[in-house]
């Protein structure tokens, strides 16, 4: 067997394979013996089947096949071998006259080349990397949901401005029939607060679903519709009162701050706050640092300038799919799909060259830190070495989970590099300004 290339340009090249009959004689002879032991053709005894009417029934296939693993196997090697970056498969050309009643058969594959370029993480304009402050109001407001959250429910007869109110919205014509709770310091909308306030149990009144509460993700929870829906609604519903209690805020005390963070680890409402300050920004950081990924990543595409072997890649997505497409489709895919690949290309030159590696023991730890939030979230503070060692050991058997992680895990490494090399501008905001200023 010989295998040759053919440099096109910088960008594409074509493999030429040349097999001789000795590449692949001897194992179709031994595939074919084996077929005539087992043969069960009528007319002859098992085993006694004449070898040429073996090689004419099955000949041609084995022959195919063989050939066909032949290919396949010292492609990839010498792929491999002479470090070729390429970019998708090696596409087969057409050739035209090919007979596989020949002894020795030439095939040619086209390949694209990935381009060589340098990545320059000092970007030319500095990349905004928000740190987001937990201020005085946000601290306060979650103290007065907290104390709302553990405090008690007190009924009443009338609904005041205050109050939770249960109750069931209906509008036959859009479906809408769904049990709820209202407070009435969220609702947005004046006649409701007017229709709604001094109401009693068993009263029914009407309320317009357009602007009703102060936050939209409010609506559809109450109506018991989808998100898409709420934002078009724009109808009367009926609201049946069932129940109206007022919620007394819990004291804020030792055995509230025993329940919310453990015994004894915090002792003051001062300590409260600072600890409601820490965690939140610490929940901010990932956001912040989720858009400063997002920042990098695109001012990296915009900047790192290569070309791609365009032809090549649209041949190549219009034969490699479940179903072949068309030449308009596999063009239009390319065009969806090319941001994509430009970064996958300059992530890979990022994590080459600055030796980027996800170690087993550092997955581990990672998945153990992964478990360990988790379990917070549901009470489990303190879980001991031993419980996390055990999960984690679980976890690491799952390939779908030790992929997903790695690939978190080195996204964490892709951010630490960036936030050390990158050209960053610091600036500290508020969360609401974070959320006007980075997504405006």
């Known amino acids: 067997m010989n295998i040759t290339k053919e440099q096109i340009d910088d960008l594409n090249a074509v493999v030429k394979v040349a097999i001789t009959k000795d590449d692949y004689q001897e194992k179709v002879d031994t595939i074919l013996k084996d077929y005539r032991k087992q043969a069960n053709i009528p007319g002859f005894r098992k085993g006694q089947v004449p070898m040429g009417l073996i090689k004419k029934q099955y000949g041609k296939a084995v022959l195919v096949d063989e050939v ?58 500095a990349i905004t990397q928000y740190k987001i402050v937990a201020d005085k109001k946000m601290v306060d407001e979650q103290v007065e949901r ?36 209202i407070e009435l310091d969220k609702i947005k909308s004046k006649k409701a607060i ?81 600890r409601i300050k820490e965690d939140s920004e610490k929940q901010f950081e990932q956001q912040a640092d989720q858009k400063l990924l997002n920042d990098i990543t695109e001012r990296l595409i915009d900047e790192t300038k290569f070309e791609l072997p365009t032809e090549f890649l649209k041949k190549w997505i219009q034969v490699s799919g479940e179903n072949p497409l068309s030449e308009d489709e596999a063009s239009e895919e390319y065009e969806k799909s090319e941001k994509g690949l430009r970064y996958q290309l300059i992530e890979g030159r990022i994590i080459n060259e600055n030796d ?32 996390l060692e055990n999960v984690a050991t679980r976890v690491m058997g799952n390939q779908e989970e030790v992929k997903r992680m790695s690939e978190q895990l080195m996204s964490q490494k892709l951010l630490d590099l960036y936030k050390e090399k990158a050209n960053l501008k610091v600036k500290e905001v508020s969360y609401d300004n974070f959320i006007k200023d980075a997504y405006k």
């Open 68 to 125: 066909n693993k032949l290919l396949q196997d010292n492609l990839n090697k010498y792929l491999t071998e002479e470090k070729l970056d390429v970019l998708g498969n090696p596409l087969p050309k057409q050739q035209d006259g090919f007979d596989w009643d020949n002894d020795e058969f030439a095939f040619e594959f086209e390949l694209g080349l990935a381009p060589d370029f340098k990545v320059n993480l000092k970007t030319k304009k």
């Open 356 to 387: 980027l590696q996800v170690q087993f023991d550092e997955l581990k730890e990672f998945a153990k830190g992964f478990i360990k939030s988790q379990m917070a979230q549901y009470g489990h503070l303190s879980p001991t070495e031993e419980e």
């Open 194 to 274: 007017d229709v709604l306030v001094g109401k009693k149990v068993g009263d029914v009144v009407s309320i317009k679903t357009k602007g009703l509460f102060k936050e939209d993700y409010l609506l559809p929870s109450a109506l018991g519709i989808t998100k898409e829906k709420a934002e078009k609604l724009n109808v009367e519903v009926s609201f049946t009162i069932e129940e109206i209690n007022e919620r007394e805020s819990a004291e804020l005390n030792q055995e509230l701050f025993d329940k919310l963070f453990g015994e004894g680890n915090i002792k003051s409402e001062k300590e409260l706050k600072a």
């Open 146 to 181: 907290i104390q709302k959250q553990y405090g008690k429910l007190i009924s009443k007869t009338e609904a005041g401005k205050t109050d939770e109110v249960s109750g069931v919205f209906k509008n036959e014509a859009e479906e809408i029939d769904n049990k709820t709770t």
